[in-house]
Structures are given as structure tokens and as C-alpha cells.
């Protein structure tokens, strides 16, 4: 703001300034100015930066960049650990600190933090770009993640960060629901892996696990929460159908979304599927697992470690993993569990933000932690640490699951939609209204409010 | 004061002594309002503004977590709450949490409260080992019950199983109603050593000559305690209700911890209904307006148990 040179002298004398006849602009008048000042410093300093990209120059003086993880699946807090230690050693003048909550927790705390600018690296998940870009909590970043080789990501994992043509994150984890049987359970009941490989053959298979003494050979996460939801966009997708059509109307409560949830139903209630699972989240699929209580189920990539570790699992090296189950279409996609990592619009280091983000989803660490995730690039599927690391059988199906990948809708309001669907499919599942009915309010819902 | 100002002008006139008198006070009152200054700060700071802040959004559509400018929608946000299903729903269902674990509290409170009070020997013993379940944070106590009522490894189902009361695995948390039910039992353990602290705080206050007087007239002790010990504990019992009504209703951590409001809503309370709009949803407008809207039903209770405190005190005189 231009300074009045008036105004600058009469402000030496406290006297003179109050004297109303000497000053250049009455004291209410002058009140009104600052207030405006302040309210268009202010609002211009909330507004936020159009920016799409973070590539100023890097500091040289000490820095300190605030991160929010999770603490669940994916990178373990001991990987994220090793990575952070070695951008330390590499940045030396920058200091990171990551706070690692619940998954459940992560989306409400971003928001709850965004006005705050607490962190400068935010993980996000693969539906949140639309929320977060339209409302202006991340920054674009297009332009650094196009400095990268985006070729070289594996398509499904590069869309996970993109919303309307932009980059609000950079891929990092990349996961996917995939089938994982319990081999002795399924050898006692005359299974065959081969019987997995359609949604007919498994649940012909299921009821023979059942007949062979195992209470509930299936469990499922529909427990109310995002998890029900995955599951059912993996059998959505097995039966051919979609969430949104090309015009964003919902039609999930046409034809495979109906099946996909008729499906899940039938598990139920003719005893396939444990009562449980409407209770139930990944981590209580995999207890389950490992305690040797189901035969099969879908979960993430995470499962493997665990159920084939024997300090923590019953059926260690019993677990197969396996490409889901195809429906009557032959197609089998996986659901796209991948999270982005995002850089906070109130960052306070963006461009630190950034180089940390760059370091960790590099291919060259990404492919030093691939035991529980494995890396956005595709040559790293045929890197033989990786496969050494993540182990052939996981390689393997991890190369025809991850092409083939179905998206949650990509709308600003998710959350409230995703909460819709999940109570509509829970209703549909414990009996209290019919599938078609549970999925038509929620269609309905998704219509009046994906976008409002 | 006064004496410091008749120092200062001795044998000085009555004007002059008054008006030293009013400097030094003014000035003390000066220092005062200049210690205040901090707490006055923070009291505004973190409970005045936020209220105030709270109720100017609630007037707005606010759908992002930043400042700025949002269209003024006046009462909308409070009609299109009291027109939705959904949130009638949590309300009936947190009166009935409230209704539900209150009473259980308090009946189980007065109860836990008497054998307390009973010379017993290892009283101390009983007292501290009540007091646990109060002094474990309420998300911890959630999570416990959560493992407890888990339907693969859950001690419940190991426990009826092994007795026999049960062939197989039972998911309890499965139905609206048992899980519900499951909540308001897991709040009940934790907040009846409470209720019982404060009953047996008010049953020390009740003179023990009246108990003496009712025996040598051979009064049952069934007869004194609903003549004697319950109207005496009256004032302690609306203290409880008031407390413990206020904070039911308020109900929040052990819902997110044990069911997170499923199955398919059963377990939503009107706070939780709240947090989801709010926070999940972003509707920041809407979600001050529900705030609001819980503070008029916590603030209707209040009303009814503070007339109901006036009454006791005029019934006793005080």
C-alpha cells in the first residue's frame, strides 16, 4: 500500500494526530481503510496460490516439514522411518516429522487441520483429490508431477492423485483387494486354486470348505466404513458394473451393482460368509485369517506378510494369494486401494514438501520397501530385489491385478456419499430393506449430493 | 485504603481524604482488572468466541475448513436439521442411550454407594477397586469393550462358549439393537463408580443419629432407607442426574471407538451425527447448527433438573 506522505507527517505528533482538523482523512474514515486493508491482507493471504507447482528453489537454512501419515496398512512406521532417515542424511539442513495416525482418522484430521497449515505433507487416499482439489485443502501440484517420467507409473496408480485433469498428489501407495485362500483348508475339502478363479467356481468351492467342518469358510469387511465399500466396488466391477456413468448419474443400482451386492448377500445368508463381517474392518479379515478361522477373503496387499509370518500367524505358509475371482463377464478388477501423498495449501515449506514427496515415491526407495507395498513404477516389477522382497507370488499377481483396477467416484463430496452407500448396503445385508431399495436411496442420495 | 489515604493527609479535609480514598481504590481496582487481563483472554479465547463463532457459522453455508466468505442462509441449516430423518433418528436414539444408562447408573450407583458405605473391613479395598473402571479414559475403556463383544476373539463368546450357553460364535455388535445395548452397558461400567462417589459423598452427610432414632422405633432398615437415606440423598441424586443426563446425551468416544455408529447407523448418537456432517462432510454450517441444536435439548434437561433442585431447596428451606 502507498504510503500518503501527509498522512507520515502528521503521525509524528501524537497531539496534532488526533486533532481532527489537521488530519487528511477523519479517524472513522481511517479505521475503515485499515479494516478494509486487513480484511483484503487477510482474505488475500487465505486465498490460496493457483500455483501448480511447488519447484522454487530449496532452502539452504535449517527447515523443519510436518508430515501426517497413517498407521495401518501400506509402508509400516519403520519403513516410513527409513525412508525419512535417508532424506535426512541426503537433505541434511531439512528435519522431518511425521505423525502417524488411524486411517480412520486421517481424512477429518487434514481437515480439521488445513486452516492451521500444521503440515506440509499430507497422505491422502485415492478419493480424496476430488474433495481436497475442489475445496482447495492440497495444492496443485501438475506441474512437478509432470516433471517426473508419469509414463513410467503404472496407470492405475497415476489416476489414483488426478482429479479434472489435475495432479493434487503424487502416487505412492498402490494396493489393491486381492483373493487370499487358506491352502491345507482348501486341499481338506477337495479344493482346487483353479476353483478360485470365477465367483461361481468360489462359492462352489465355499460350500465345500463348509461341508468339510469349516463353520464360515468367508469373511468379508462390510463393517459400516469404507472398507464395505471396497469390497463391494471389487465385486461391482467382477459383475460388469458401474458407479457413475459417463455423466456422473449414479447406476451403481443397475445391473452388476445390483448383483455385486446380491452377491454379498447370498454369502450371508446361506452361511458362506461369517456373520461377523458386517462388524468387521482388514485388520479383523486378517485376524481371523491368521488365526485359521476362514479359508478365504479378499484384503490388501498387507495380508501376505502377516498371515505368512509365524510370530503372528496360524496358517503361515498356508496363505496363497490369488487375482480375485471373475464374475460372469470375465472381468475380475481389483479396487483401487492407492493413496497419494499431498502437499498442504498452507504448507509452510512447500518446496521441502515436495522434495521429500519426490524422494520417497522414487522408484530407487520405493523398491527398498516392497515387502508390504509395492512400488507406482513398472519396472520394478522386474527388478529383482523387488521380487525378492515382495516374493515371486505377489509379483506375479500384482502384475495382472494392478492394470486392472476400478476407481471410487471421483466427486467432491465422497464422504457423505461413501457414508450413504455404506449404512444403505449394511440395511441391505442385515435384512432391513431389500438390496434394490437399499441401493436406490443411496443412488438417489449420490445424485443430490456428489456434486452439490 | 482508607487508612493509607488518611496517612497521606493527615488532619487533611474530608474532601481531600475521599479523594486519596477514591485514587487508591481506583488504582487497586486498575491493578485488578490488569490481573484479570490473561484469564479474561484466554476464558474469551477458547470458550466465549468459539460459542460465538459456532453460532455466526451455523447462520452460513460454511463447506470448506477455511475462512472466507460463504452465503448468509439464515435458519436454514436449522430447518433442513429438524426436517431430516436421519437426524431425528440420533436424537431418539441418544434419549434413549441417555434415558437407559443414566438410570442404570444410578440405580447401580446408590447400590455400589450403600455396600460402601457399610462398615466393612477392607473398605478401602472396595473403594479403590470401584474407582478403576471411572479412572480409564473412556477410549480405552471403548476399545475394551470393542475386543470384549468382537465376535472372532472376543471374550464373550469364549466365555459362553466354554459354559455352554452357546454352540457357536455369536457376532453380538451385528444387530442395531444388541450393539446399541453393547454401548450403553460398556458407558454404564464405566460411569457407575462415579455415580457412586458422589451418592456415597452424600450418604456421609446424613446424620447417623436419624438411623439410631428409626431403630430404637423399630424401623426396618428397608423403611429407613426410603424414608431416611433416599429423601436425605435427594439433592446428591439430582446432582447425578443432572451431570450424568448432560453428559449422556453428549455422547461421543465410546460410540466412535466400539461401532463408529454402525451397524448401518444403529449406534449413531446425535453428537457423533454431528461430527460426521461436520468434520466428514464438511458441512460446517450444518454441523454448528446440530451444536446448537444439541444445546437446546441439553439446556431443556438442565432446565427441568435445576427446577427441580429449586423445589428440593424450597421443600428444605434453604
Given amino acids: ?452 | 485504603m482508607a487508612g493509607r489515604a488518611e496517612t497521606a493527609a493527615p488532619g487533611g479535609p474530608v474532601g481531600t481524604r475521599r479523594r486519596l480514598a477514591w485514587r487508591a481504590r481506583t488504582r487497586e481496582l486498575r491493578f485488578a482488572a490488569l490481573l484479570l487481563i490473561p484469564s479474561i483472554i484466554v476464558v474469551f479465547g477458547i470458550v466465549i468466541y468459539p460459542i460465538l463463532r459456532t453460532l455466526y457459522t451455523s447462520f452460513y453455508d460454511v463447506n470448506s475448513p477455511f475462512p472466507g466468505s460463504y452465503p448468509f442462509v439464515g435458519f436454514d441449516n436449522y430447518t433442513q436439521a429438524l426436517g431430516n430423518p436421519d437426524f431425528w433418528s440420533a436424537v431418539r436414539r441418544t434419549a434413549y442411550f441417555t434415558v437407559v444408562s443414566t438410570g442404570l447408573e444410578l440405580v447401580l450407583g446408590l447400590g455400589i454407594a450403600l455396600l460402601l458405605a457399610a462398615p466393612l473391613k477392607a473398605r478401602w479395598l472396595f473403594r479403590s477397586i470401584v474407582v478403576l473402571p471411572w479412572a480409564l479414559p473412556t477410549i480405552v475403556n471403548g476399545a475394551l469393550w470393542r475386543y470384549i463383544f468382537n465376535a472372532q476373539y472376543g471374550v464373550l463368546n469364549a466365555i459362553f462358549t466354554q459354559i455352554g450357553l452357546q454352540n457357536h460364535y455369536h457376532a453380538w455388535l451385528n444387530s442395531q439393537t444388541f450393539a446399541l445395548h453393547a454401548v450403553i452397558f460398556a458407558d454404564v461400567w464405566k460411569n457407575t463408580s462415579l455415580v457412586a462417589f458422589l451418592l456415597l459423598a452424600g450418604l456421609t452427610t446424613i446424620p447417623r443419629e436419624l438411623y439410631e432414632a428409626a431403630k430404637v422405633d423399630g424401623v426396618s432398615a428397608w423403611h429407613a432407607f426410603l424414608r431416611i437415606t433416599l429423601p436425605m440423598l435427594k439433592p446428591a441424586i439430582v446432582v447425578v442426574l443432572v451431570l450424568r443426563t448432560i453428559e449422556a446425551f453428549k455422547v461421543f468416544d465410546i460410540i466412535y471407538v466400539m461401532t463408529r455408529g454402525g451397524p448401518a447407523n444403529g449406534t449413531q448418537s446425535v453428537a457423533l451425527y454431528t461430527y460426521q456432517q461436520a468434520f466428514s462432510n464438511e458441512l460446517f454450517g450444518y454441523g454448528a447448527a446440530l451444536a446448537y441444536l444439541i444445546v437446546v435439548f441439553i439446556a431443556a434437561f438442565a432446565i427441568v433438573y435445576m427446577r427441580a433442585i429449586r423445589s428440593e431447596d424450597t421443600a428444605m428451606g434453604w
Avoid at chain 1, 461361481?200 to 462390510?222: C, N
Avoid at chain 1, 530407487?364 to 520397501?369: G, K, M, S, T
Wanted: hydrophobic content about 40%.
Fill in chain 1, 1 to 452: 500500500m502507498r504510503e500518503d506522505p501527509d498522512l507520515r507527517g502528521e503521525s509524528g505528533d501524537a497531539g496534532e494526530a488526533r486533532d481532527k482538523a489537521k488530519l487528511p482523512i477523519s479517524r472513522r474514515e481511517f479505521v475503515s481503510v485499515s479494516a478494509a486493508a486487513g480484511a483484503a491482507f487477510y482474505l488475500a493471504a487465505c486465498g490460496g496460490s493457483s500455483s501448480s507447482n511447488t519447484t522454487t528453489a530449496l532452502s539452504k537454512e535449517p527447515v523443519t516439514i510436518n508430515n501426517l501419515f497413517m498407521q495401518q496398512a501400506g509402508y509400516s512406521p519403520q519403513d516410513l522411518a527409513g525412508m525419512t532417515k535417508a532424506f535426512e542424511k541426503q537433505y541434511s539442513n531439512i528435519t522431518v516429522k511425521n505423525t502417524l495416525v488411524p486411517y480412520d482418522a486421517l481424512h477429518d484430521k487434514i481437515v480439521a487441520s488445513a486452516p492451521a497449515g500444521t503440515y506440509d505433507v499430507l497422505l491422502g487416499d485415492c478419493i480424496w483429490p476430488a474433495e481436497f482439489g475442489s475445496k482447495g485443502i492440497v495444492q496443485d501440484i501438475t506441474n512437478d508431477v509432470n516433471s517426473l517420467d508419469v509414463s513410467k507409473i503404472f496407470p492405475g496408480a497415476i489416476v489414483m492423485a488426478k482429479y479434472q485433469d489435475k495432479y493434487y498428489g503424487q502416487p505412492w501407495i498402490l494396493d489393491t483387494k486381492y483373493l487370499y485362500y487358506n491352502q491345507q483348508m482348501c486341499s481338506q475339502a477337495g479344493v482346487s486354486g483353479s476353483d478360485f478363479k470365477t465367483l461361481d467356481g468360489m462359492v462352489a468351492a465355499l460350500k465345500k470348505i463348509k461341508q468339510s467342518g469349516v463353520q464360515y469358510p468367508w469373511i468379508g469387511s462390510w463393517a459400516q466404513a469404507e472398507a464395505v465399500i471396497c469390497d463391494y466396488a471389487q465385486f461391482l466391477g467382477a459383475y460388469d458394473g458401474q458407479f457413475l456413468d459417463s455423466s456422473g448419474k449414479a447406476v451403481f443400482n443397475t445391473g452388476g451393482g445390483v448383483k455385486a451386492l446380491e452377491f454379498m448377500k447370498m454369502l450371508l445368508d446361506d452361511g458362506l460368509a461369517n456373520p461377523a463381517s458386517t462388524s468387521s474392518l482388514e485388520d479383523d479379515v486378517l485376524k481371523s485369517f491368521t488365526e485359521g478361522q476362514n479359508a478365504a477373503n479378499l484384503n490388501w496387499t498387507f495380508q501376505l506378510a502377516t498371515a505368512n509370518d509365524p510370530s503372528q500367524s496360524k496358517v503361515a505358509g498356508q496363505t496363497v494369494i490369488a487375482h480375485t475371482p471373475a464374475g460372469p463377464s470375465g472381468k475380475a478388477p481389483g479396487c483401487n486401494g492407492g493413496q497419494p501423498v499431498m502437499i498442504s495449501r498452507t504448507a509452510n515449506h512447500p518446496a521441502e514438501a515436495w522434495a521429500f514427496i519426490k524422494f520417497i515415491s522414487s522408484a530407487a526407495v520405493q523398491n527398498q520397501y516392497a515387502t508390504v507395498s509395492l512400488p507406482i513404477w513398472a519396472a520394478s516389477y522386474s527388478d529383482p530385489r523387488v521380487i525378492k522382497q515382495a516374493g515371486k507370488d505377489l509379483v506375479d499377481v500384482a502384475k495382472t491385478q494392478l492394470p486392472d483396477m476400478i476407481l471410487r467416484p471421483q466427486v467432491p463430496n465422497y464422504n457423505a456419499c461413501s457414508t450413504k452407500l455404506q449404512v444403505e448396503i449394511q440395511n441391505a445385508l442385515l435384512g432391513k430393506s431389500s438390496v434394490q431399495d437399499a441401493l436406490n436411496s443411496a443412488a438417489d442420495f449420490f445424485d443430490s449430493n456428489a456434486n452439490a
